[in-house]
Structures are given as structure tokens and as C-alpha cells.
């Protein structure tokens, strides 16, 4: 079975300091990994997504994430954050093996401070 | 339609009275999934539908939550005799077959049971 662990459930920092958000995974067989992220009193919208080919994965707003297989984990970063970018983040891991459905990590909130 | 419609955004029930929670997917979207996001927590599961079907239940936390979909496209997941625990956001999303696209959510419905 898949699972996703996102180490930080808060992660304060300053205006226009680079950030960092965790994501560590297990799974048995060939992963696809998301990160989404959700503003205050609203869905979830797809940041990037890893499904194969280069580890380094650019997404919106600046975004980016670096599949590692021998670690396990796909941190997601951005070289300096804005107020904007407050708000929760989700890591998200599918496989084959699920029916390609997603599992979530339970989220890490950003906040961006001036 | 544009994007995964969620009615209503918001919902004050009675404990002990029956609710109606409202998907409309992106059209052409043949999978649909169903979490529930409790305060300050991550996404919890509760059902996916391939097409009209459900091969997955077994996130539905109770046998008082039902949900059917119908004609491949809109889904209602029902909440009979509403506790105090059931207030949260329930979230809806959908996916073409396979889902590694990634979801599209939508805003969700807030439901509060006093």
C-alpha cells in the first residue's frame, strides 16, 4: 500500500526567503507524485506533477520539486516566497497498483510573513 | 461545465436531520472521488466512482453516508441523521480515466451540524 508523509504540518518564513515543504513516500512499484495546494476557503488546485522522464519538475506560481527515488521523497521549492503564497499544501503519491488514485499527505501550511 | 461545481458552498443542518451534498464534474470526466477535510486536517477518502460504479467504498465512515452517481455524470452523497462530527468540508473532484492528469476540485461544501 501507498502513503505519503509531509513531515512539517507549519512552515513559517519570511517574505522572499526560499522555502522548502517535505514530502517522503512509500510505495512497492513506480510512483506518480502531485503537489496541490488550497487557499483559504477553496479546493485544490494541481501545482505539478511527476509521472516520468526529468526528476525536476517546474509547476505555477514559480513552484518546483525534484523527484528523488533513493530517498523516497519529492520536496517541493520556490526560491523566494510572497505573502500570496500562504496557504495549505499537499503532497500526493498514486501507482499503478491503486487504480492510479491519489493518496494524500496530511498537508503543511505555509505562512509567508512580511 | 469549466470546472467540478459543488452545491451548496455552505449547509447549517440540525443534528439528526438527513443532508444532500451536490458534484457536478467537468464534462467528459469519467472518475470522481468524494473527501472530507475536518478542521486544521488533511483529506480523508470517502468514495470513488468509475462511470456510474463505485469500486471503491470503503472510505464512506459510516453506514449513514450514501453516494450515487448517475448518467456518468452528477453525484449526491447523502449524510442521514447528521451527528456532530460529520461538520466539515466535504470536497469533491474529478479526473479523466486513470487520474494521472491530476484531480480538479471543487470549492467544496462546508456543512456545520449544531
Known amino acids: 500500500a501507498q502513503s505519503v508523509t509531509q513531515l512539517d504540518s507549519q512552515v513559517p518564513v519570511f517574505e522572499e526567503a526560499p522555502v522548502e515543504l517535505r514530502c517522503n513516500y512509500s510505495?512497492?512499484?513506480?510512483?506518480?507524485l502531485f503537489w496541490y495546494v488550497q487557499y483559504p476557503n477553496q479546493g485544490l488546485q494541481l501545482l505539478l506533477k511527476y509521472l516520468s522522464g526529468s526528476t525536476l519538475v517546474k509547476g505555477i506560481n514559480g513552484f518546483e520539486a525534484e523527484f528523488n527515488k533513493s530517498q523516497t521523497s519529492f520536496h517541493l521549492r520556490k526560491p523566494s516566497v510572497h505573502i500570496s503564497d500562504t496557504a495549505e499544501y499537499f503532497c500526493?503519491?498514486?501507482?499503478?497498483?491503486?487504480?492510479?488514485?491519489?493518496?494524500f499527505g496530511g498537508g503543511t501550511r505555509l505562512m509567508v510573513k512580511p | 461545465g469549466a470546472g467540478v461545481s459543488q452545491s451548496p458552498s455552505n449547509k447549517v443542518t440540525e443534528k439528526g436531520k438527513d443532508v444532500e451534498l451536490r458534484c457536478d464534474p467537468i464534462?467528459?470526466?469519467?472518475?470522481l472521488y468524494w473527501y472530507r477535510q475536518s478542521l486544521g486536517q488533511g483529506l480523508e477518502f470517502l468514495i470513488y466512482?468509475?462511470?456510474?460504479?463505485?469500486?471503491?467504498k470503503s472510505g464512506l465512515p459510516s453506514d449513514r453516508f450514501s453516494a450515487e452517481r448517475t448518467g456518468g455524470s452528477v453525484s449526491t452523497l447523502t449524510i442521514q441523521r447528521t451527528q456532530q462530527e460529520d461538520s466539515a468540508v466535504y470536497l469533491c473532484a474529478s479526473s479523466l480515466a486513470g487520474g494521472l492528469a491530476g484531480y480538479t476540485f471543487g470549492s467544496g461544501t462546508r456543512l456545520t451540524v449544531v
Open positions: 466512482f468509475q462511470g456510474n460504479s463505485a469500486p471503491d
Open positions: 510505495s512497492s512499484v513506480s510512483v506518480y
Open positions: 464534462s467528459g470526466h469519467t472518475a
Open positions: 500526493a503519491v498514486s501507482d499503478q497498483n491503486a487504480g492510479n488514485m491519489l493518496t
